[in-house]
């Protein structure tokens, strides 16, 4: 995941082996809600959370849950969206190739997670 500021430069990266995972589906869900964990510790601003999943964006706008194998993980997802003003829209793939490269990364790191943090001023 990468968190940007309102001028596109990033802010924090992050990305993480996942030892158990069923699917993908699962995989985007869990770096969905890691990600937000993070901008949330890390930044106090007005969050929009972009994925290349267009599944996550529909189930996570839904009312309803219609993915029962992940419906804790998706009702934490709204639940962390609902702290600031929530906003989860999609983005195509091509557009997402700052996240694609940190995922390929995680399968290939011998440590189990990276995080990098690019603070120029703690205002955020």
């Known amino acids: 995941m990468i968190v940007r500021d309102h001028n596109g ?3 924090l990266s992050s990305c993480r082996q996942l030892l158990s995972c069923k699917d993908p ?5 869990s770096a969905v809600m890691e ?3 993070l901008a949330l510790h890390w930044c106090n601003k007005h969050l929009i959370t972009e994925t290349d999943c267009l599944e996550i964006v529909s189930l996570l706008n839904s009312k309803e849950i219609y993915c029962l194998a992940y419906a804790m993980m998706i009702e934490e997802i709204k639940t962390l969206l609902k702290v ?3 906003c989860i829209t ?3 793939k091509c557009q997402n190739t700052g996240s694609q490269f940190l995922a390929n ?3 290939r790191i011998s ?3 990276a995080v990098w943090l690019v603070f120029a001023q703690r205002d955020y």
């Open 9 to 11: 430069e990033i802010l």
């Open 25 to 29: 589906l699962g995989a985007e869900l």
């Open 35 to 37: 990600g937000l964990s």
């Open 84 to 86: 600031r003003q929530p």
């Open 90 to 92: 999609h983005v195509m």
């Open 105 to 107: 990364y995680a399968s």
């Open 111 to 113: 440590s189990r997670t």
